[in-house]
């Protein structure tokens, strides 16, 4: 299999209407993104989303179906804080998905078994992917979302991405379209997980609680502090693709939102050709991007100044931790590199005959030999933003922090 086997690609959505005549240049099946701010909520804080009106939302679902692919709305919150059971939230949902009808959406994506079932119900011609947020790992938890009406399933990539006889039941399992996230450096099972996307959750809902991404802000601690978490994250390479489509897997979901279009781009690129290029960490790391990213006026002001919750001064370690990793404007070197010409050709091969989920990564050393000839993170980067990550960690967990 090559470039020309059958595997689409879902993309992440930056609203950028000059990409759309490039991406379909390429497989791309839909594009995924929603509204910053729809009263619902969904997967990402709203201070990672891109600044978009509605008018702006429809123009652009115009353009993609004009070149053949379609959007879908996310509406993949792990958690609705019980708001789903009011009057005034149903009637917000019904008006959006009506109103995504007449812009000509017809695909969503659902994380919770009521708003599939109630979706289903009263929209019967959308289809409906059910989200990682789901958490579907076996083929009885596969079998479920499928029998409620589920169209397509995102299989919990963060954790079985490389679990093959695992992969293989849940495909025998349900005859519906199963998609993996391809570009993902989550920890694998991660112990975080169900707090990092109830935070998601309550962080998008139009709520003006203030979000701090504890679980991010540790999970990249422990990537500069062992950089063999990197290779053991459940990424599946360019160059692997077409083994995951013999198995069954043709759709594949690529990261991130609100990326800078070059960098987008290049990873649609990537994997359609399936050619990592020299650095690996270009395609998976969220941040570090040499291009700007695309923000609403007063960003800052608007998602982080909450004097009644915590003095703003406070803050000020972890604006300088993502100021110097590159995550909140444009960065002209990237500190962390993976170099694909280090990864073994038969890497996957490496995990055919181990259960990642029942060994000691101390007694295995598969993943951290690689790290130890692949991943390259600047020194001086390393120190600063480790010394960093413990200003901001005493910060968050001291009382005199919150006042208390």
Known sequence: MGQGSDVGFSVAANYDRALVSQLAAHPVSEVYGKLPHDGIGGGRPRYLATPLPRRQLAAYVADLRRVGIDFNYLLNGACFANREWSRAWQR?????????????????????????????RRFPEFHVRVGIFAQIDTPRRARFWADLGADAITLESFSINRDFARLAAIRAAVDCELQLIANHVCLP????????????????DGSRALFIDWCFLRCSQRRLSEPAELIKAGWIRPEDIDRYAAMGFTTFKLLERGIPSAALLRRVAAYHHRHSGEDLAELLLPYGFAEPRRREAFWGLRNFFRPRQVAPARLRPLLA???????????????????????????????????????????????????????????????????????????LLGGSTWGV
Not at 94 to 117: C, H, I, N, Q, S
């Open 92 to 120: 917000r949902l019904m008006r959006l998905l009506t109103d995504l009808g007449t812009m000509g959406v017809r695909r969503v994506t659902v994380a919770t078994p009521y708003l599939l079932e109630l979706i289903k």
């Open 189 to 204: 099972n991660c112990p975080m997980q169900n707090y990092h996307q109830n935070g998601f959750a309550h962080a998008s």
């Open 321 to 395: 931790l993502a100021r110097d990793s590159g995550m909140l404007a444009a960065s002209p070197t990237r500190p962390v590199r993976i170099a694909t010409a280090a990864i073994p050709a038969d890497f996957l091969e490496g995990f055919r005959e181990r259960d990642c989920a029942s060994l000691r990564c101390d007694d295995c050393g598969y993943c951290a030999g690689i790290a130890a000839r692949a991943v390259q993170i600047d020194p001086d980067h390393r120190q600063r933003a480790l010394a960093a990550h413990a200003t901001a960690a005493d910060d």
